[in-house]
T-cell receptor, first 112, second 114 residues
């Protein structure tokens, strides 16, 4: 089955520092979605990337899709305590399978 | 208004019991899902229904049986509960099967089997 690995698994940063999580797939992807899950909460959709090399920004968050459409990154500039949570990428392969496979997640904690 | 709702929010039960979790969405979506999230936060799809029809049935023990009485509801019944079934179960929905639709998750049901 499709494997989607996110690194790092955990990240602790001081408030104000930057944070990046990477999502790597073993297969070429059709598109990639990013979700955020606050502690005790449920996953909430953030954004979708479709095109090779695509870059999208949401305030302090920057999302990038790799040129080969096998990896993606989420970068947060100047983290705030509200950024705490687990960030998941979710992918679909290019082979027509409609199943959304979630990455292993990166858990971000912020030290005030 | 709650978009995707689940009941109950918490469920504590003993091994061997049978239990059900209910899910409803008021978004008018065609597709609904059940996910299991274990203690390590891994999120795995279990089932997917589109317009009441089973689309995805992952490798899940047949003690788990989903039911979709209409496209706004997807319930999950679990027979003969085991310790390893302890997890958070999320219901989700999407507008349809198109790969570009995002998924909307319910608040989750934390199941503890003792």
């Amino acid at each position: 089955g499709q494997q989607v690995i996110q690194i790092p698994q955990y990240q602790h940063v001081q408030e104000g520092e930057d944070f990046t999580t990477y999502c790597n797939s073993s297969t070429t992807l059709s598109n990639i979605q990013w979700y955020k899950q606050r502690p005790g909460g449920h996953p909430v959709f953030l954004i979708q990337l479709v095109k090779s090399g695509e870059v999208k920004k949401q305030k302090r968050l920057t999302f990038q899709f790799g040129e080969a459409k096998k990896n993606s990154s989420l970068h947060i500039t100047a983290t705030q305590t509200t950024d705490v949570g687990t960030y998941f990428c979710a992918v679909r392969s290019n082979f027509g399978n409609e199943k959304l496979t979630f990455g292993t997640g990166t858990r971000l904690t912020i030290i005030p | 208004d709650t978009a995707v709702s689940q009941t109950p929010k918490y469920l504590v039960t003993q091994m061997g019991n049978d239990k059900s979790i209910k899910c409803e969405q008021n978004l008018g979506h065609d597709t609904m899902y059940w996910y299991k999230q274990d203690s390590k936060k891994f999120l795995k799809i279990m089932f997917s229904y589109n317009n009441k029809e089973l689309i995805i049935n992952e490798t899940v023990p047949n003690r788990f049986s989903p039911k979709s009485p209409d496209k706004a509801h997807l319930n999950l019944h679990i027979n003969s509960l085991e310790l390893g079934d302890s997890a958070v179960y999320f219901c989700a929905s999407s507008q349809g099967l198109d790969r570009n639709y995002e998924q909307y998750f319910g608040p989750g049901t934390r199941l503890t089997v003792t």
